[in-house]
């Protein structure tokens, strides 16, 4: 069966870290593109960064650019994001999905996802 699922996600005064990950079950994420979205309260979903099958392609939105990485693990079977120097307006639940393609998708392409996990919240509080 498969599964997608996040994790990482917690509580962090501003300027901390944290490293999500997304991995998956019963589905090999190696071959695919991966997308990172965020969902603050009362917001609408936003692409926050993606990655192509190879790793070698990212994209980012400018409000995490320079302070948020993509990276994949094909051996681990898991995507992950790396967040550093976090904001109060980090603060939301982050969702990863899957896109059956290879290529870097268009950053927040939500219609062109496939998989989604059930997403870990990230709260930037003093």
């Known amino acids: 069966q498969l599964q997608i699922v996040e994790s990482g996600g917690g509580l962090v005064q501003p300027g901390g870290s944290l490293r999500l990950s997304c991995a998956a079950s019963?589905?090999?994420?190696?071959?695919?593109?991966i997308g990172w979205f965020r969902q603050a309260p009362g917001k609408e979903r936003e692409g926050v960064s993606c990655?192509?099958?190879?790793?070698?392609?990212?994209n980012y939105a400018d409000s995490v650019k320079g302070r948020f990485t993509i990276s994949r693990d094909n051996a681990k079977n898991t995507v992950y994001l790396q967040m550093n120097s976090l904001k109060p307006e980090d603060t939301a639940v982050y969702y990863c999905?899957?896109?059956?393609?290879?290529?870097?998708?268009?950053?927040?392409?939500?219609?062109?996802?496939?998989?989604w996990g059930t997403g870990t919240l990230v709260t930037v509080s003093s």
């Open positions: 999905a899957v896109y059956l393609s290879s290529w870097l998708p268009s950053l927040g392409d939500y219609y062109g996802t496939d998989y």
């Open positions: 019963g589905f090999t994420l190696a071959g695919y593109a």
């Open positions: 990655i192509d099958s190879s790793g070698s392609n990212t």
